[in-house]
């Protein structure tokens, strides 16, 4: 396998995957909750896994039909996460940052969430997935070109190396996040996240103008 592949595809999904949007913070909150975790994780890996081979494998069709437009779309996207990096920076230096509802918890302790069927949450689960559109721009086009642009040989490696990332993220977010949930109560923890995501992101659009 090749390993700067595998690596560079890891490293691209961890500065994507990191941010807190709708999805994230649905897994974050059922996690804190500790309701129907297992399947929740199991939906967004297996969804994740769907998009990035998509991704790649489609991008790659397209780079060799059409690289002029893909390249192009490409630069869109590094302009977008630009912005969303700079976004993030405005938002960690923000006074009053908005912090996780932890529904009144106290002291690090979580109180008894209400009891949800398992067919809501999954209908929620799919739809924070498959319907954001920012998953389509992560994956296709962000992800997707840029293992488009791996020799032929490492687009593999490099898909498994996003892979990686998205399966330790997600299982690590949803069975975690009871742990954390007494640090993200304080807005100064979401200030700091919001910071070093915006570095990231700007870093890996930088990397990726070649």
Not at 16 to 38: E, F
Not at 85 to 99: D, Y
Not at 131 to 136: C, I, M, R
Not at 185 to 198: C, E, M, P, S, Y
């Amino acid at each position: 396998m090749n390993g700067f592949a595998f690596s560079h595809g890891a490293a691209l999904c961890a500065s994507l995957i990191v941010t807190i949007g709708a999805q994230n913070a649905y897994v974050l909150r059922q996690g804190i909750q500790r309701s129907h975790v297992g399947k929740i994780v199991t939906l967004c890996t297996l969804s994740d896994f769907a998009l990035i081979a998509a991704g790649v494998g489609g991008a790659s069709a397209l780079v060799g039909r059409y690289p002029l437009f893909v390249h192009a779309m490409l630069y869109v996207g590094l302009a977008y996460l630009v912005w969303f990096g700079v976004s993030a920076w405005r938002r960690a230096l923000k006074p009053g940052h908005a912090v996780l509802d932890a529904n009144g918890a106290q002291n690090g302790q979580t109180p008894a969430a209400p009891v949800q069927r398992a067919s809501g949450v999954i209908l929620t689960t799919l739809a924070l997935t498959w319907l954001n559109p920012h998953v389509y721009l992560d994956t296709f086009l962000l992800i997707g070109t840029a293992g488009a642009r791996e020799p032929e040989g490492a687009r593999v490696a490099f898909a498994l190396g996003a892979m990686s990332v998205s399966a330790v993220w997600f299982v690590g977010l949803g069975y975690g996040a009871r742990v954390l949930a007494p640090l993200f109560k304080r807005a100064t923890a979401w200030r700091v996240l919001d910071g070093a995501i915006g570095s990231m992101v700007l870093l890996i659009a930088v990397t990726q103008l070649r």
